[in-house]
């Protein structure tokens, strides 16, 4: 896909949200989720440097039958106070020797819990995570590094191999759910929620750089960025088959793997400007305008 930049107008209803968030930088491999936080307030540019391991991640999270695994994608996230026009560039800077990331992104309302995880929430049980949400889940293939840890999920829904599982629980095309572990001793529920997907996304799966611009209600919101070379996702996937599962005894197959997701480095320019309300005025005031005159006419 060539360089994508298009233009959409989004209403997301979703509550305003103060400007403090959380923030976390992204830990190994298979670390939990972590957000690193935009700041819209800054109005101009803010620019950053990041990795996003693999070059798979988001295309293989448009596959409605493995999903993908989240730590192959790096989580930003965003507040909107008033109604803004973001503008925002990825490119991979191939400061490193794993060649450059062919960028992808999807934008969701809302965010999952920082610190989640595919594997949170489904632990020997009497995990102290809702069933509601274990049930809920579709098993992880045997081949996924989530499906040693994951016996709740498998019970719930009986799912198993590659057609009926998935190798991770984020989506580039659709709503996610992801919870944080739960502690059984100390009693404490996994908190889980769910970020919606806005239909916003882009890819460019043999090029360095992708950009979006695009006007956003007031909300939270979550920009995902992954990898997107279909090439580099049919080598990831095979090995990852490979693995049967053990990603702990070295081998062949383990060592495939671990090349396949060392770190592709990208810059994100991102930028937010408020829309002004005379935008608004003016556009409630022509409107009408050709009211009272098409009135007029009628009469």
Avoid: C
């Amino acid at each position: 896909m060539n360089r994508l930049k298009s233009r959409r107008t989004v209403r997301v209803l979703t509550a305003s949200l103060g400007l403090a968030l959380l923030f976390s930088t992204a830990g190994p491999a298979l670390a939990h989720v972590g957000y690193t936080t935009l700041d819209p307030t800054l109005g101009v540019n803010t620019s950053l440097n990041s990795t996003a391991s693999s070059n798979a991640g988001w295309i293989a999270g448009q596959d409605p039958t493995t999903w993908a695994n989240s730590h192959d994608n790096r989580f930003f996230s965003f507040n909107l106070t008033d109604t803004m026009t973001i503008d925002f560039t990825i490119t991979g800077t191939n400061t490193n020797t794993n060649g450059i990331l062919n960028p992808g992104y999807s934008i969701f309302a809302g965010t999952v819990p920082g610190g989640s995880h595919d594997g949170a929430g489904n632990l020997p049980a009497g995990a102290m995570v809702p069933l509601s949400y274990v049930g809920a889940q579709t098993g992880f293939a045997t081949w996924s590094p989530f499906a040693a840890t994951n016996d709740e999920i498998d019970a719930n829904n009986g799912a198993a191999g590659l057609t009926t599982a998935h190798w991770g629980q984020y989506r580039s095309n659709g709503n996610v759910t992801m919870s944080t572990d739960g502690n059984v001793a100390a009693s404490i529920p996994g908190v889980v929620s769910t970020m919606t997907y806005t239909g916003l996304s882009g890819s460019n799966a043999s090029g360095a750089s992708v950009a979006g611009h695009y006007t956003l209600g007031p909300g939270l919101y979550s920009l995902v960025v992954g990898g997107a070379n279909p090439f580099n996702l049919a080598t990831y996937l095979a090995d990852a088959i490979a693995t049967n599962g053990d990603y702990t005894t070295p081998s062949a197959a383990l060592t495939a793997y671990n090349a396949d997701r060392l770190a592709r480095t990208f810059n994100l320019q991102f930028s937010a400007v408020p829309i002004p309300a005379a935008v608004y005025l003016f556009g409630s005031g022509l409107v009408g305008v050709i009211a009272f005159a098409r009135r007029r006419m009628s009469v």
